[in-house]
């Protein structure tokens, strides 16, 4: 198992470089580039929750970064599981669902050498979710704490400027919509966004109906995380 996560490691570092690189460039169509080769992925979790909740998020969300950013994401998702190798090949992995979360001693293990070695994880309450995926994220760093991101963080001022935060996108429970972040030695490992629902926002219209002003706002913080977490390590 060393051995495998090891190699996929690299793999993700490479991933990393690659996309970094792009970030560090003045941004070009997407036109001009060559023929995509990353993807967001999708993760998969075992409790009941579900994870498959918004089958169109992602493929949107890539195109809309494609558009707007000049990458070269495959307009498609990936789906792998918590405690699988191939995590290490995504150097982006959006979570989301309604309900229960559950990692294993080894799943909680895998996702945490993940983060450690410079993947990210975007976490999305679709609401319902909040009181399971805390305590399992606090299986994965039991020394770490949400914390709320303050709205001068640089995630909220990338290709689009959001000086309230995060936008509100669905009602849930009339709560401001706040962002919480995990830190691991000064590198935002995972994002939270919680009485937002980013990912309802960034479904094709005809899912929610949401107009379109929402479903653009949604689509450009997207691209904000999207941005910032290809160019934190720069910094």
């Known amino acids: 198992m060393f051995n495998s996560v090891k190699t996929s490691s690299i793999g993700l570092l490479l991933f990393l470089a690659l996309m970094l690189f792009l970030s560090g460039r003045p941004f070009a169509p997407a036109r001009q580039l060559e023929k995509p080769?990353?993807?967001?992925?999708?993760?998969?979790y075992k409790g009941g929750g579900d994870w498959y909740a918004n089958p169109t998020s992602l493929p949107n969300l890539a195109r809309f970064c494609n558009e707007e950013l000049g990458t070269q994401f495959v307009e498609d998702q990936a789906e792998v599981y918590v405690g699988d190798a191939d995590l290490f090949n995504y150097p982006f992995v959006h979570m989301t669902g309604h309900g229960n979360v559950v990692f294993s001693e080894s799943e909680a293990l895998n996702l945490r050498?993940?983060?450690?070695?410079?993947?990210?994880?975007?976490?999305?309450?679709?609401?319902?979710?909040?009181?399971?995926?805390?305590?399992?994220?606090?299986?994965?760093?039991p020394e770490l704490d949400f914390v709320e991101l303050p709205f001068e963080h640089p995630?909220?001022?990338q290709r689009f400027d959001f000086p309230n935060g995060l936008p509100k996108i669905h009602k849930h429970d009339g709560k401001?919509?706040?962002?919480?972040?995990?830190f691991w030695e000064g590198r935002l490992v995972c994002f939270y966004t919680y009485?937002?629902?980013?990912?309802?926002?960034?479904?094709s219209p005809?899912?929610?109906k949401d107009p379109p002003e929402k479903r653009l706002q949604a689509l450009q913080m997207g691209v904000n995380i999207v941005q910032f977490v290809f160019s934190q390590g720069l910094k």
């Open 206 to 208: 005809q899912v929610h």
């Open 155 to 157: 995630i909220y001022h």
């Open 113 to 141: 050498t993940y983060l450690i070695a410079g993947g990210f994880l975007h976490i999305d309450d679709n609401y319902g979710m909040d009181p399971y995926v805390r305590p399992a994220m606090k299986k994965v760093f």
């Open 195 to 203: 009485e937002c629902d980013l990912g309802d926002g960034w479904e």
């Open 37 to 44: 080769s990353l993807q967001l992925a999708l993760l998969k």
């Open 176 to 182: 401001p919509p706040q962002g919480f972040g995990l």
